[in-house]
């Protein structure tokens, strides 16, 4: 609908505008509040859709006139939604395409190639070439229907993404192997029902105290009448042995090729290395963000320790410290291969997707 | 016809749908209406102290947005101007806010009762709406309660008007205010606070968080017993007139999520750890839900909370669970633990800080220990000071050097005396503002051995007596860290010395009937008033009156008397009062607790021992005891004791005399 309101700016009611931060407003209470105890309520997958269509919406209804002038309004909504809710990276990671995708958009208005500015060089670093923020000015009356189309094939290939991912399934799973996973991903499973349509195995889900989200996981997998074995998280290390493959989750696929997953992850990680079992990781595109594992204050998420020691216990909370944390941070020598929605990567090509999708100057917003 | 009755359901669908979707309404109290936090709300509303560098009311607003509140009032009495700027300032006015803010101020309630009447005159309310106080820190999620209550106005025609939220957290808990220490019934069925029904389980496990989910009614219910002053007279009212007006409330249990409402330090020292340590997320120092400039902090290890700007001394050490604002300076070689410090303090070398709050802009020199104490806004602690446990030191108070304040010490810049002033004065006009200011430049004088001989303010509790002192100490910190372990005995002392004087007033009664001439049947109603008065079982009343009675002659005339002539002088007494006896000696029970209090009197009185005979005689002939009550009580009464048993078996003989005696008369009686 967006799509046919050419670049006039004046268009745009107060109203409309209000009704957009209102949105805004709303979107941001809402991963503020989001992901009580037992991770996001919704999946990473809807909370990118959702950023995506909420950027979408400020290209066709906030003030401008150049790209210059949009890439910094998106990098503005873009700061206060990340610092809403720091551990959800894909809101960042959908902010950063967008501005790729206004930089692809105002370099192809231009007539430029793409090409030219892919790469940061020692050689362009000194020469200061390309397309830097003074060269965004330049007007063009087609731009806001073009970065609208061009983010509207965005939001497709989100649709996409777990179809795409788990079309992938039968080229890994074989006949009467033996699976585990940890926890719930929703990437996991479409990935397992999709190989259990054809073939036969067993699974082995870790149950990933405190939360248990394990539980809900082999649920979900027995309904879909795949043999499914539920173990504690202790468990782990003496199951490993008889495991064929692990396939797991992750919450973000940081820019060294390590991931932040839910907690236990390492776990299952440095077992299936002891084993020598392959460890395959289902991340779709969204989930990969140019952030490094560091000592960050926004690395780390904790909860209300409530699940590790309840509060009715009384007395004893006042004499100890209770953490809850929620996730793991793996390092990428034991990440074997990842599965996303454009196929099968091995950790150390990660630096190649992540110059791919994003454009190096827009690496911190 | 048709038609209008077309319209007319048209109207009812309407108006359901109205019900379904109209917005969710909340009543937000930001008064306490006590002084629980004075001298500290003396200069700040309570509503706006800071828990972890925002304002309390900041908490309960985010409580009840998350939870899908549309609208809320916000009644404000105390300070409603402060209030009302800080809220104006605060994101909940801003355009966008999904909750609308209307602020509604008054110089006039004085109790919630007044609040919620005030909310019927003007009808705010259209539909069932959330109640809280602006102190209540919660995270809980009480779509599930409000649904559980919307079902049950639904089912049963508005028969309940409230739930109450309640969180299991047993007994021991730091965060169980201890004077809101509760017992519940509950229907175990139905969550129905319950008042002898056939079932029903009793707890001690709940913490109240001070949430209740309202009908419309009950601001009506207010207005029609004006008397109702707080939630637990409006609680009281309903459970006690349940079976007239047909009302119930009901009760809602939830493990999970947080809620305690700060009503006195003790409380805000927890709730400010619990917050610390992350029990109320997703409302955590670092999740910026004011949406404040500048507010943000990051969070490390050991819940150590950073706000922007702040520089840390070499050598000083957060260790856990600390919170400390923007702008903040730290000097070296500093311990810091369990604190909260605010924006834009300044703090020396070797300073230690234990469960601190310190709130914005205050200064602290060097070599300063502070245990679990509160330093306010602006205050200043100079070099060397200990501030011991539960010291408080209100708005710019100045303290030091070179001093240990003892524990439990409030400073403030207002005179105590001040205090009552201002109450008297409060409408008074310009002339007496300037004697005001005189006698505030007379007290102008601070006393350097309290607070240091650079200090500034007055020690709050010094210049009080004590029982006010005790009441202060109470009033701020709460009753957990005073505990009595004495209060229990205490107790149990002072309902003995109520049963004594309610005796001295039972003797002073039938002494003045004595002299008097005062009817009998006049007498019985003293002596129940007085029962009600002492609030003395009817069994402790015989037994008293009992003792009483054959205690007169003793009191009258010494206790050297003979048995003769203490008998001589009691059986004219039991002839008189007979009737008294009668009134309270009805039942067989009656007869054998008058009996055991008769025979206790006698086995402290030992020499007289031979007259009990005579007594129960007397009392058998006056028809105060029955002659069963008699010979079971002394068939029981036989296997107690060898010397009463032996004494027993004295008076048998006697007894069982006079008794054909009494039985022959009887008969003879009869016979004519």
């Known amino acids: 609908m967006g799509q046919l309101v ?76 990340t610092a809403a809710q720091p551990s959800e990276t894909t809101v960042g990671n959908m902010v950063l395409r967008v501005l790729k995708i206004i930089r692809e958009e105002y370099a192809r208005s231009r007539g430029s190639s793409e090409e030219t500015d892919q790469q940061e060089s020692l050689h362009k670093l000194l020469t200061s070439g390309g397309l830097s923020e003074e060269n965004f000015r330049q007007h063009f009356v087609h731009l806001k229907a073009n970065v609208i189309e061009a983010i509207n094939e965005l939001l497709t290939e989100l649709d996409g993404t777990t179809d795409n991912i788990a079309m992938q399934a039968l080229e890994h799973i074989h006949s009467n192997e033996v699976i585990m996973t940890v926890g719930r991903s929703r990437t996991v499973e479409a990935f397992l029902k999709d190989a259990a349509r054809k073939r036969k195995f067993h699974v082995i889900v870790a149950e990933c105290a405190p939360f248990c ?18 173990i504690a998280d202790a468990a782990i290390f003496a199951v490993m042995s008889r495991v064929n493959k692990v396939i797991i989750g992750t919450q973000t696929v940081l820019a060294n090729g390590g991931l932040r997953a839910v907690n236990g ?11 020598s079992t392959p460890l395959i990781v289902c991340a779709p595109m969204f989930k990969l963000s140019p952030q490094f594992p560091n000592e960050e204050d926004t690395f780390h998420k904790f909860v209300s320790p409530h699940e590790v020691l309840p509060f009715t216990e009384g007395e004893i909370l006042s004499k100890v410290n209770v953490h809850c944390p929620v996730f793991d941070y793996v390092p990428p020598e034991l990440i074997t291969l990842f599965i996303s929605n454009i196929g099968g990567n091995a950790p150390s090509y990660i630096y190649r997707l992540m110059s791919e999708l994003y454009h190096p100057e827009d690496h911190d917003l | ?165 309640f969180k299991e957290s047993s007994p021991g808990h730091k965060s169980r205010c201890e004077e809101d220490d509760v017992i519940v019934a509950m229907d175990s069925k139905s969550k129905r606070f319950s008042m ?159 469960r601190a709050h ?87 004088a601070f006393n350097p051995a309290e607070v240091g001989p650079e200090g500034k303010g007055y020690i709050w509790k010094a210049s009080m007596n004590d029982t006010e002192d005790e009441e202060l100490a109470q009033c701020l910190w709460g009753l957990v860290l005073n505990p009595d372990p004495e209060s229990d005995s205490e107790s149990e002392a002072s309902e003995e010395s109520q049963d004594r004087t309610f005796q001295l007033e039972v003797l002073g009664t039938l002494q003045r009937g004595l002299e008097e001439n005062i009817v009998c049947d006049n007498l019985v109603l003293e002596i129940n008033s007085l029962k009600y008065a ?72 030992d020499t007289h021992q031979t007259a009990m005979v005579k007594v129960l005689m007397k009392m058998y002939q006056l028809e105060i005891l029955e002659e069963e009550a008699i010979l079971k009580w002394f068939s029981t009464g036989a296997t107690n004791d060898k010397s009463r048993q032996l004494r027993k078996n004295q008076g048998k003989q006697r007894m069982s005399l006079q008794r054909k005696e009494s039985e022959e008369d009887e008969s003879s009686e009869e016979g004519e």
């Open chain 2, 196 to 354: 002898g029904t056939d079932e029903f389980e009793i707890r001690h496990d709940l913490l109240d968080c001070h949430i209740s989910i309202c009908s419309p009614q009950v601001a009506e219910l207010f207005t029609d017993n004006f008397d109702y002053q707080t939630r637990n007279d409006f609680v009281r009212g309903i459970l006690v007139n349940e079976e007239i007006l047909g009302n119930q409330i009901h009760l809602y249990v939830t493990q999970d999520g947080y809620g305690a409402r700060v009503s006195n330090l003790q409380m805000y020292d927890s709730v400010s750890s619990d917050m610390v340590r992350r029990w109320v997320y997703p409302l955590t120092p670092e999740a910026n839900f004011t949406d404040q400039q500048g507010q943000g902090c990051t969070h490390s290890r050991h819940n150590v909370y950073r706000g922007a700007e702040v520089s840390l001394g070499h050598g000083s050490q957060m260790e856990e669970n600390v919170l400390i604002g923007r702008d903040t300076s730290i000097g070296a070689n500093c311990h810091i633990s369990n604190s909260v410090i605010g924006n834009n303090c300044t703090i020396g070398d070797n300073v230690v800080l234990d």
């Open chain 2, 1 to 165: 016809m048709s038609s209008r009755g077309g319209k007319q359901k048209k109207g009812n669908v309407t108006s359901e749908q109205e019900e379904e979707e109209q917005p969710l309404q909340a009543v937000l109290v930001a008064d306490s209406f006590n002084r629980r936090f004075f001298p500290i709300s003396k200069d700040q509303p309570r509503a706006l102290l800071p828990l972890g560098n925002v304002a309390m009311i900041d908490y309960t607003l985010e409580f009840l947005t998350s939870t899908g509140v549309q609208e809320t009032f916000v009644f404000c009495c105390w300070m409603s101007n402060k209030i009302k700027d800080h809220l104006l300032k605060s994101k909940w006015c801003r355009p966008t806010s999904p909750n609308v803010v209307h602020i509604i101020t008054s110089d006039l309630y004085r109790s919630l009762g007044d609040v919620l009447r005030d909310v019927d005159a003007k009808n705010l309310v259209r539909n069932d709406f959330i109640l809280v106080y602006g102190d209540v820190v919660s995270n809980i999620d009480v779509s599930q309660a409000l649904q559980e209550h919307r079902h049950r106005r639904k089912v049963d025609k508005n028969i309940s008007v409230m739930t109450m939220v």
């Open chain 1, 213 to 230: 989200q394990g539980h809900e996981m082999a649920t979900n997998l027995s309904k879909a009448s795949i043999e499914t074995t539920v």
């Open chain 2, 534 to 605: 002492y609030n003395i079982t009817l069994k402790e009343v015989m037994q008293i009156l009992t003792r009483v009675v054959l205690e007169y002659p003793f009191q009258q005339q010494g206790t050297q008397l003979t048995t003769l002539q203490y008998t001589g002088s009691l059986l004219p007494l039991l002839k008189t009062w007979s009737p008294v006896f009668k009134n309270y000696i009805k039942r067989a029970q009656d007869h054998l607790d008058c009996l055991s209090a008769v025979e206790e009197l006698f086995l402290e009185q």
């Open chain 1, 265 to 275: 992850t390492h776990t299952v990680a440095l077992a299936a290395r002891h084993h």
């Open chain 2, 358 to 444: 310190m709130w914005n802009n205050v200064h602290i020199s060097s070599n300063v220990e502070i245990h679990q104490s509160v330093v306010c806004d602006g205050a200043v602690v100079k070099e060397a000071v200990h501030l011991n446990k539960q010291c408080v030191l209100a708005y710019n108070v100045v303290i030091g050097p070179n001093l240990s304040l003892p524990d439990g010490t409030v400073v403030s810049m207002h005179h105590p005396e001040e205090e009552e002033e201002d109450d008297d004065d409060e409408f008074l006009s310009d002339d007496q503002e300037v004697g005001h200011s005189k006698d505030k430049t007379r007290q102008k």
């Open chain 1, 6 to 81: 050419n670049s006039d700016n004046r268009m745009p009611g107060a109203d409309k505008e209000a009704d957009l931060t209102e949105r805004i407003e709303a979107f941001l209470a809402d991963l503020k509040r989001g992901g009580c105890g037992t991770g996001p309520i919704r999946g990473s997958g809807e909370t990118a859709r959702e950023t995506t269509a909420l950027l979408r919406k400020v290209t066709a209804q906030a003030r401008w006139s150049s790209a210059g002038d949009l890439m910094e309004i998106i990098r503005k909504e873009g700061r206060r939604m």
